[in-house]
């Protein structure tokens, strides 16, 4: 569902990054979220891209966001910084959510950078429940990290590590100390990221906001659809979504590149090979779903639910 909706306020949180609060035009509740959750802004020239909500679940009258400028980007960022004012509207879709709280004895959370945003209203909901917790939050300067302040209201639960004055993260040693029963939940760089997967917590649940490096081989397959029975060719040079998208079947889709989850469709038959930065390990195994915009075939032939 696409909502037009208001930027009420636009204000600027730390260097290079700037947070939107957004809106219905004519007031009134927009659809709940949990934490985790992200929605989709559609930018002119048909640019969309996903961003973490940060503000509070429980407000129902408001979305708030934080957009870092990404000078190696698109324009999406850009187009958010420069141009984007309060009072404009923009189309949202939304909220979906791939990156959930999940119930556990305690929690480790590892932050970098803008990384910040779908962790904060998890710190919230957990500090509510009582459970134990920590945040590890590094950037590369302090003028940089956006709600230093906000955090700093919860004492010694939340470690600031900026880049300049401490260097690059202890990950071995911080993970290290992670007791068993620890849901560990890590969000930021690509870097920041792959280094944690590396030492492999039991309970880890990382959100990527760029794609995953792909190094698989790319080889061609067939998917039939479910529905028509029709049967598709897909050559090796060329994307599942591509291919339905040309023969007139509509999927739902936004990044492309297998970070946000909109193109999940059901898989009735053959093994996916698994491409996205969405489904967790357990999800991959059940091969229910996958991300057409990325992913492949290690079977001749899919069977999708389209």
């Known amino acids: 569902?696409?909502?037009?909706?208001?930027?009420?306020?636009?204000?600027?949180?730390?260097?290079?990054?700037?947070?939107?609060t957004l809106r219905a035009p004519g007031g009134g509740s927009l659809p709940p979220w949990e934490p985790g959750a992200h929605i989709d802004l559609r930018l002119p020239d048909g640019v969309v891209r996903q961003y973490s909500l940060c503000g509070d679940p429980a407000d129902?009258?408001?979305?708030?966001?934080?957009?870092?400028?990404?000078?190696?980007?698109?324009g999406g960022s850009a187009y958010v910084h420069d141009k984007l004012l309060a009072g404009d509207r923009v189309p949202v879709d939304g909220?979906?959510?791939?990156?959930?709280?999940?119930?556990?004895?305690?929690?480790?959370?590892?932050?970098?950078?803008?990384g910040i945003t779908p962790i904060?209203?998890?710190?919230?909901?957990?500090?509510?429940?009582?459970?134990?917790?920590?945040?590890?939050?590094?950037?590369?300067?302090?003028?940089?990290?956006?709600?230093?302040?906000?955090?700093?209201?919860?004492?010694?639960?939340?470690?600031?590590?900026?880049q300049d004055e401490h260097g690059l993260l202890d990950l071995p040693t911080l993970l290290a100390t992670a007791r068993p029963g620890t849901a560990v939940y890590c969000c930021g760089p690509?870097?920041?990221?792959?280094?944690?997967?590396?030492?492999?917590?039991?309970?880890?649940?990382?959100?990527?906001?760029?794609?995953?490096?792909?190094?698989?081989?790319r080889t061609a397959f067939e998917v039939e659809?479910?529905?028509?029975?029709?049967?598709l060719p897909v050559p090796a040079d060329r994307s599942i979504l591509e291919v339905v998208e040309e023969a007139g079947v509509t999927v739902l889709s936004?990044?492309?590149?297998?970070?946000?989850?909109?193109?999940?469709?059901?898989?009735?038959?053959?093994e996916p090979d698994h491409r996205d930065s969405v489904l967790t390990a357990d999800e991959r195994l059940e091969n229910e779903v996958m991300m057409l915009c990325v992913s492949r075939a290690c079977s001749p032939r899919?069977?999708?639910?389209?």
């Open 1 to 20: 569902m696409t909502l037009e909706l208001l930027v009420d306020r636009k204000e600027e949180l730390a260097d290079g990054v700037v947070a939107l």
């Open 60 to 74: 129902a009258s408001a979305y708030r966001v934080a957009v870092l400028r990404e000078p190696d980007g698109r």
């Open 95 to 114: 909220p979906r959510n791939h990156f959930a709280l999940v119930d556990a004895e305690r929690y480790l959370f590892i932050a970098g950078g803008i």
């Open 120 to 162: 904060l209203p998890m710190l919230d909901r957990v500090a509510r429940s009582g459970r134990d917790w920590q945040l590890v939050y590094g950037g590369r300067t302090s003028a940089s990290m956006a709600f230093t302040a906000d955090l700093a209201r919860h004492g010694d639960r939340v470690t600031f590590r900026p």
């Open 190 to 217: 690509e870097p920041l990221l792959a280094a944690v997967e590396a030492l492999a917590p039991a309970d880890l649940h990382v959100e990527r906001f760029t794609a995953a490096p792909d190094d698989g081989e």
């Open 225 to 231: 659809l479910a529905g028509s029975g029709r049967v």
């Open 254 to 270: 936004s990044c492309r590149e297998g970070t946000c989850g909109t193109c999940e469709t059901g898989v009735l038959g053959g």
């Open 302 to 306: 899919l069977v999708l639910d389209l």
